[in-house]
């Protein structure tokens, strides 16, 4: 490959951020789902699934399950496999997914819904998360954030603008759903009744009268027990990182370079006019104009629109939006030629006829370069370093393709070396200490190169590169008994203890159903008994943790029943002392909390209602063959 070449490939990798947005919706526009796909083109392969005149790649489906498999290897450890996570049930759950955001997409595209470039841009750019201190886009910070949750960048863009474009084609059937007010209190009183309770502690490591285990007896518990007494595979790796931080504050910024980049990024600064809007939604004109006149007449919004259409004022609300985001065009001119508190004529659009209302107007403000010029600085160097990484990553591999190890090629160009003595696939050491500053992705290719082996050239996403070498493999290994005969010894013991707490509280269990009081039982094991504060079903409100299944069966006991439960270390004996009603009436903000819970409930299941009714009206396909050939 010519170096003019390989540079505009890193380049496309490594963009601005506002040249990527482009970049990753012209790859969408073509059907290119996956990053793979465009790094490195493969031939076509059946579809995975077909949703009206839509499929589902096989690169696709293997992309985002792969990413599931990421995010759950930071869990449970860099061996964890995609035939695991099909045995789980999690592929199954992400082709569902996807069939779902395609019949979604389907029928967004029947009523002509689009998501424009810029709003995914503004969006993106006004989320929280990926914001500096001074409220400003953070390149670095955003690449960041999605890398921890296990997605590249075009992977994001991809979701993201999927969601907007589902959120606008759903937006007409799920706002204004709430639950009834009986059932919210119903729910409420349900969840927020109060239990107290009377309990024992037995601590398992109180029972005595053990008898000490035989060295046959502890042989068997270590070979029985094989998996709690088995070191892991641990490898010995020399690791060197190229990270855009490690060069970022070498780069000079001029003051030039700085008002430039607050002129072309100034829309990011301006926060748009919002408006609280509230609308009547109509099924036919006749109804719309008898609305609009008797508001015009004098009449109260919320009012009318019960009298006409029998919604409830919860319904009216469609919230404080942008001009933006306002899904439909002839919507957002209405509303944003309102001024406060005046209503539009009747308003047609392809879900009914609408009456709006603004209620309020928040004007557009704009951030001046003095706020936010540290911010741009930062910005710019970050841009900057791209081409510094860009031509150390150059320098380096040719070191490599010199013959130079990566050790050599490290050194000749000063970049730090990392030894790693040993490493898990959890990311830990042998003292069972977690390695700090390893991205996930260094494990997961560490335990994918094979021993003496370097690795390839891999990417952080866009802050950098790593390479290592693999030095050494230690297998999984059974432990000597000889050099855990004490933790074994232990272990065995605890076990014994634990299964003799069982059967005791067993049968004071037993005997809690007659005569004997749990301060009788209480006295005769020689502890105390102890009240909780007063906590409901969760569990919120215990000072002390309490084992679940204690909690639960508290909650189902009759009188005084008793109910018995285990943790690790102790086996407890509980009653209920007192039971409190719960008040919705007296907890405005509990209850408003819960019906905003419901309210959600109910929009996710009409949600997959209507998706089960597209299935029905553009039909799905799904190809078992091609989804067993793309894991």
Do not use: C
């Not at 931080?245 to 100034?266: A, H, L, N, P, W």
């Amino acid at each position: 490959m010519s170096d003019t070449k390989k540079k505009k490939t890193f380049r496309e990798a490594i963009l601005g951020w506002g040249a990527k947005i482009l970049l990753a919706l012209l790859i969408l526009s073509f059907g290119v789902w996956g990053i793979g796909d465009y790094v490195a083109p493969q031939q076509d392969a059946a579809a995975v699934a077909t949703i009206g005149e839509s499929e589902i790649s096989g690169q696709e489906f293997q992309s985002e399950v792969q990413q599931q498999v990421n995010r759950l290897q930071g869990i449970f450890g860099a061996n964890f496999t995609i035939q695991q996570a099909k045995s789980m049930g999690i592929t199954q759950n992400v082709l569902q997914s996807l069939i779902q955001r395609n019949l979604f997409a389907e029928g967004a595209k029947s009523m002509g819904l689009l998501v424009s470039n810029d709003l995914v841009t503004r969006e993106i750019r006004d989320d929280q998360r990926f914001k500096a201190q001074s409220g400003i886009f953070d390149r670095l910070r955003f690449t960041e954030t999605i890398q921890r949750a296990g997605l590249s960048e075009l992977s994001y863009i991809t979701l993201f603008r999927g969601q907007l474009l589902q959120n606008q084609y759903l937006s007409g059937i799920t706002n204004g759903q709430t639950a009834p007010r009986s059932l919210t209190e119903s729910v409420y009183r349900y969840r927020n009744e109060k239990r107290s309770a009377n309990y024992v502690e037995i601590k398992h490591n109180t029972i005595k009268n053990i008898p000490a285990a035989s060295e046959e007896t502890l042989k068997k518990y270590h070979k029985d027990n094989a998996a709690r007494f088995t070191a892991p595979e641990y490898r010995a790796i020399t690791l060197v990182q190229l990270q855009i931080k490690d060069i970022v504050d070498e780069i000079d910024v001029s003051e030039e370079q700085i008002k430039e980049s607050y002129d072309d990024r100034i829309n990011e600064f301006k926060t748009p006019e919002t408006r609280k809007i509230q609308q009547i939604l109509l099924s036919d004109e006749a109804k719309a104009k008898q609305a609009y006149e008797k508001i015009t007449a004098g009449g109260d919004f919320a009012k009318v629109a019960k009298e006409v259409a029998n919604l409830d004022a919860a319904t009216l609300e469609l919230g404080t939006m942008t001009r933006a985001q306002l899904p439909i065009k002839e919507l957002s001119d209405a509303a944003f030629k309102l001024v406060a508190n005046t209503v539009s004529t009747p308003v047609k659009s392809p879900l009914g006829w609408h009456i709006l209302r603004v209620t309020e107007i928040k004007a557009a403000t704009q951030k001046m370069l003095a706020e936010v010029r540290g911010d741009l600085k930062k910005a710019i160097a970050a841009e900057k370093a791209v081409d510094g990484l860009y031509n150390l990553s150059n320098k380096f591999e040719d070191e490599l393709g010199g013959g130079a190890s990566i050790v050599e090629a490290a050194k000749r160009l000063n970049f730090k070396v990392r030894k790693i003595a040993a490493l898990s696939g959890a990311g830990v050491d042998k003292t069972g200490k977690k390695i700090t500053d390893l991205n996930p992705n260094i494990v997961q290719v560490a335990f994918g190169t094979e021993q003496d082996q370097d690795s390839a050239l891999t990417d952080f996403g866009d802050s950098g590169y790593f390479i290592l070498h693999v030095d050494g493999v230690t297998a999984p290994a059974l432990k000597p008994i000889n050099t855990v005969r004490a933790d074994v010894r232990a272990a065995w013991k605890a076990e014994q203890q634990a299964n003799a707490a069982d059967k005791k509280v067993k049968a004071l269990t037993d005997r809690l159903k007659g005569s004997p009081t749990l301060a009788e039982i209480a006295k005769e094991l020689k502890v105390k008994v102890k009240t909780t504060a007063e906590f409901i079903r969760s569990g919120n409100g215990l000072k002390v943790q309490l084992p679940g299944e204690l909690v639960s069966g508290l909650f189902k006991a009759k009188g005084k029943e008793a109910v018995s439960a285990s943790s690790q270390t102790s086996h407890f004996i509980a009653q209920v002392k007192d039971i409190k009603a719960a008040n919705p009436i007296a907890d405005k903000k509990g209850l408003d909390a819960l019906a905003s819970q419901l309210k959600g409930n109910i929009s996710n299941d009409i949600s997959t209602q209507f998706a089960n009714a597209l299935r029905t009206r553009l039909g799905v396909t799904i190809n078992r063959a091609a989804v067993d050939s793309a894991l």
